[in-house]
């Protein structure tokens, strides 16, 4: 099983410019998922998705829009990058908890290096 | 809104040893889940336990366990002998039970495992 796939893993922007960091998961999860990291910081909510056309914002979605066409995948777009955006992004996926059909847990991508210059 | 503290930023111990990382959590709910995400340098997040709020029973995995303490709001993880593989960054993180939602971390703890 691939998991959760995502790409590019780094990627060196200007500010101004935009971009799209693609994520797709295989297990036929619900909910998805995109937090960042900052240097030595805990993760950050910016977008989720609790299914295909289903989308909301988390802690700090400025700057960042979503799209949730299908199941598999869960693309962020970034526009207009700007310096602050310089981070690790994380995207997750995971089965509803509860009712004995998940555990909760989240299922993480290897992580995208965006540093905007 | 949820928090969740780590106050320990860094810590360290002998291989073969024992310790214990610290995590507070603020909520008025009362389902929710519990869990110890483990970050090692190569960034992967792997979910090292978990604990649903309503089982009074602590969960434990091999040498990793956990000590519960609703009432206190607490959720330390323990890490017995101690081995160089489980130095990495620890988040501690909290789920509201319900559909959704968001996994809300805590800052992190720094552990180094020394040979």
């Known amino acids: 099983n691939a998991g959760v796939t995502q790409t590019p893993k780094f990627r060196i922007l200007k500010i101004g410019q ?18 960042r990291q900052d240097p030595g910081m805990g993760l950050k909510l910016i977008y989720y998705s609790v299914g295909a056309g289903i989308t909301d914002k988390g802690e700090v979605p400025n700057g960042y829009n979503v799209s949730r066409s299908t199941t598999e995948d869960f693309p962020l777009r970034l526009e207009l990058a700007a310096p602050s955006q310089t981070s690790v992004y994380f995207c997750a996926s995971r089965i509803p908890a509860g009712g004995g059909l998940g555990t909760g847990e989240l299922f993480f991508g290897e992580g995208s290096r965006l540093t905007v210059l | ?54 089982k009074q029973q602590n969960a434990t995995e091999n040498r990793f366990s956990v000590n519960f303490q609703k009432a206190a709001k607490s959720f330390s993880l323990k890490i017995s002998d101690s081995q160089l593989g489980d130095t ?15 996994l809300t971390f805590g800052g992190g703890t720094r552990l180094m495992v020394k040979p």
């Open chain 1, 18 to 35: 935009s971009m799209t960091l693609q994520c797709a998961q295989d297990m036929n999860h619900n909910y998805m998922y995109w937090y």
């Open chain 2, 1 to 54: 809104a949820q928090t969740v503290t780590q106050s320990q930023p860094e810590m360290s111990v002998q291989e073969a040893e024992t310790v214990t990382l610290s995590c507070t959590y603020d909520t008025s709910e009362n389902n929710y889940y519990l869990f110890w995400y483990k970050q090692p340098p190569s960034r992967q997040m792997i979910l090292v336990i978990r604990q649903e709020a309503y």
């Open chain 2, 88 to 102: 990495a960054m620890y988040f501690c993180a909290f789920m509201k039970r319900n559909a959704g939602n968001m």
